[in-house]
């Protein structure tokens, strides 16, 4: 670094033109290229920069010099990219945003979204927004979801029962947000977009309709972006609607330590942390099964993330920054 150039936050950028807001007083806006034709830390990723990244930059010329050191990033396996993608960078916060229904609830996607928060060693909580929808459902399905989301909460994960359009919970949401930068993830149509328009009016943002014969979003938000209001004290990246996450930068054998409900069995089957936890005798996984310790669906989500991440493990990068 010259020592001589501004820094900026990256707010938002597509392929190769950024939205960087000086790190200063005056937090003036200047769209920038990246200098040259890559940053070194960008090798083997979908995309260079993410929203929360710190960059140098030459505001005159318009032109990004250097990333600064990054605290964390929060990533997927983009499939069309054959890459791992930064959703964003340098977050206090992942904001796994599910819905009981509109889209309906899909429990193994916050499963995913919780161990890759936990990978990357970025505190995560759960937001169930659209609460108002609750009430229309039958007996089961209630039942179902809340026992789902009681066993996150007693594997450590707060969660928020919410909803951007009565304004329900969201004082608590605030609170839980307080002088921090979140990144909000979740299906399309979980409202994101609604709840970060419901938190900081200031930067209203589309929002959109759900496909009524899928009952799920349309895409509405197309690339990451941060907002921040100093009125209200926190910022938020809001994320484009992901369908399927796959999850990056996590060695399959890990995922058995890094479940949380898991984590206590892992090493303890007659096999240690070789066993696979499908044939084996002598599973301690698959005993905590039987015996209800382990919920089944997140025994299913165990199955297919470790065989997604050793399917695509060949085009996941070694050189992680
Ligand atoms: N009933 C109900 N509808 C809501 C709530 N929050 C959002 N919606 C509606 O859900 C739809 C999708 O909301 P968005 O905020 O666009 O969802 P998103 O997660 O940003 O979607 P993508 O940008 O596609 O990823 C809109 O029609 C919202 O009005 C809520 O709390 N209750
Ligand atoms: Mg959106
Ligand atoms: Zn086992």
Redesign the pocket.
């Known amino acids: 670094m010259s020592g001589m150039m501004p820094m900026g936050r990256v707010i938002s950028g597509s392929c190769n033109v950024f939205t960087i807001k000086m790190e200063d007083r005056t937090h003036e806006i200047h769209e920038c290229r990246i200098k040259g034709k890559v940053l070194k830390a960008a090798r083997g990723f979908y995309n260079p920069l993410a929203p929360g990244d710190l960059v140098e930059f030459d505001p005159a010329a318009g032109l990004i010099l250097s990333l600064l050191e990054r605290r964390n990033v929060f990533t997927r396996f983009n499939l069309k990219g054959n890459a791992p993608q930064l959703l964003a960078a340098n977050v206090d916060a992942v904001v796994c945003?599910s819905?009981p229904a509109?889209p309906p609830f899909r429990p193994r996607f916050l499963d995913r979204l919780l161990l890759q928060a936990d990978a990357a060693e970025i505190p995560a909580f759960i937001v169930c927004?659209?609460?108002?929808?609750f009430p229309q459902l039958d007996g089961e399905t209630r039942g179902s979801i809340e026992k789902r989301l009681s066993d996150f909460e007693r594997m450590g994960y707060s969660v928020l029962l919410?909803?951007?359009?009565?304004g329900e919970g969201l004082k608590n949401l605030e609170t839980k947000l307080n002088g921090i930068r979140a990144v909000?993830v979740?299906?399309?149509?979980?409202?994101?977009?609604?709840?970060?328009?419901a938190l900081l009016p200031a930067v209203r943002q589309?929002?959109?309709?759900?496909n009524r014969k899928y009952d799920r979003?349309?895409?509405?938000?197309?690339m990451s972006v941060l907002f921040d209001d100093e009125q209200a004290g926190f910022s938020l990246i809001?994320?484009?609607?992901?369908r399927r996450l796959v999850p990056e930068g996590i060695d399959s054998g890990d995922v058995q330590t890094l479940m949380r409900d898991f984590a206590p069995f892992a090493g303890k089957c007659a096999f240690g942390l070789s066993c696979t936890h499908r044939t084996e005798t002598g599973c301690k996984i698959q005993e905590a099964l039987v015996t209800g310790k382990i919920h089944e669906d997140r025994f299913e989500s165990y199955l297919r993330i470790t065989e997604d991440l050793n399917f695509f493990r060949g085009a996941i990068r070694a050189d992680r920054v």
């Open positions: 945003i819905t509109s927004n659209k609460i108002d929808l919410v909803s951007a359009k009565t909000l979740g299906q399309s149509g979980c409202g994101k977009t609604s709840l970060i328009n589309k929002t959109g309709e759900l979003g349309n895409h509405t938000t197309v809001d994320t484009p609607g992901i």
